[in-house]
């Protein structure tokens, strides 16, 4: 169907999407010929899409579309091709979005403001690629240097307590501030797919294998600058 100049693809007697290639979701159409299209889509629609399958671009076979926020209040997703910036819009999203911005320039900033938290997104995850392709995760190497480290502070608390309920004291101290810190090295993807809680979003392992480093030589470090 050609709206206001752009020629847009559509599942008419289907599912009802539309799909938009790349630049084409900021047209600015006649207000009026949109909603009755849109309402002939709604009209013949047969089948509702399942939202939770990912899908493949109709443009690019090999290309699975990402799916992220696109709306203002974040209460809109799309589905996006990472090839050709096409979008795929489900049945009611075009005109949820649409409500939210309602001139052209609202609609030029929020997909500005999408495309710049993609890329950081996008950043982000190569740096974590990197990472885990140049750290030594989870190897015997960590594993032994941390036990080797922990062994070192109970051997420094054995010392220095005299008395049997003071050094298992000590003890106690010592393997219970360890045990954290020693679980993110030794299982660092372990704990970054754990979410509970108030942990609601999963972590990179290169996240949690770090801060278990930091962690565990915070007590190091402090003796050393006190030393000095």
């Not at 399942?50 to 589905?79: G, N, Y």
């Not at 997909?111 to 740096?127: P, Y």
């Not at 008395?163 to 393997?175: H, K």
Request: charged share 20%; aromatic share 10%.
């Amino acid at each position: 169907m050609s709206i206001g100049g752009v020629t847009l693809d559509a599942c008419a007697g289907g599912c009802g999407g539309i799909w938009f290639d790349r630049g084409e979701l900021s047209f600015s159409p006649p207000a009026e010929r949109l909603a009755q299209w849109l309402d002939e889509l709604a009209a013949n629609r047969t089948t509702h899409a399942d939202l939770t399958q990912r899908r493949r671009c109709p443009r690019c076979v090999d290309s699975v579309l990402m799916r992220h926020f696109s709306s203002a209040t974040r209460a809109v997703t799309i589905d996006e091709c990472p090839t050709c910036a096409g979008v795929w819009l489900d049945s009611g999203e075009l005109e949820r979005i649409r409500a939210e911005h309602v001139s052209a320039e609202d609609r030029r900033r929020a997909m500005v403001k999408v495309f710049e938290e993609r890329n950081a997104a996008d950043r982000m995850a190569l740096i974590a690629g990197q990472l885990d392709q140049y750290t030594p995760y989870a190897t015997w190497r960590s594993r032994v240097l941390s036990s080797a480290i922990v062994a070192l502070y109970v051997a420094v608390a054995s010392g220095a307590s005299g008395d049997s309920r003071l050094f298992l004291l000590a003890l106690t101290r010592v393997l219970r501030y360890c045990a954290l810190p020693l679980a993110c090295i030794w299982f660092p993807d372990a704990l970054g797919d754990f979410v509970s809680g108030r942990i609601t979003k999963k972590s990179p392992r290169s996240f949690v294998w770090y801060l278990g480093w930091v962690v565990l030589l915070v007590p190091a470090l402090a003796a050393a600058l006190f030393l000095r």
